[in-house]
């Protein structure tokens, strides 16, 4: 998740704080920043941002493609597309790979407070409208 978080300029790696009752009832917003279970390596820990959620359309900028999301699941991105394997590559992931939202960096001080949530650009998502 660089640069949002462990960015190329620090020496200590960041230590986040992980909000996990967001995962009863799938309490998340788009641009929230989460960790899953990779979805094909379920014993390894993933960190991204929600860029849509179940229902959304999602343009994927590799292939100029619009995806919608099925139920129960989302979209999740790397801020840094050049480096990041996420939905682009895998497409839409269950939301029962979601293990919490990133709340805080705790570490290092420098760095410690709240996550900021980063909406998606607009042009890339076509978010569901209730009753839609």
Known sequence: MQPTLN??????EDRILLDKLSVWGY????GDVVVLRA???PNEFLVKRLIGLQGDWVSNPETQDMTRIPDGKC????????????SR???AVPLALLEGR???ILWPP???GRMQS???DPSRVVIRRPGM
Request: glycine residues 6%; aromatic residues 10%.
């Open 7 to 12: 960015p190329p300029d620090r020496t200590f």
């Open 27 to 30: 309490k998340y917003r788009r």
């Open 39 to 41: 979805p094909d390596r």
């Open 75 to 86: 979209w999740v991105e790397g801020d840094n597309a050049a480096a990041s394997s996420d």
């Open 89 to 91: 590559e895998y497409g």
């Open 102 to 104: 990133v709340s805080h």
């Open 110 to 112: 420098q760095r410690i």
């Open 118 to 120: 980063r909406p998606p």
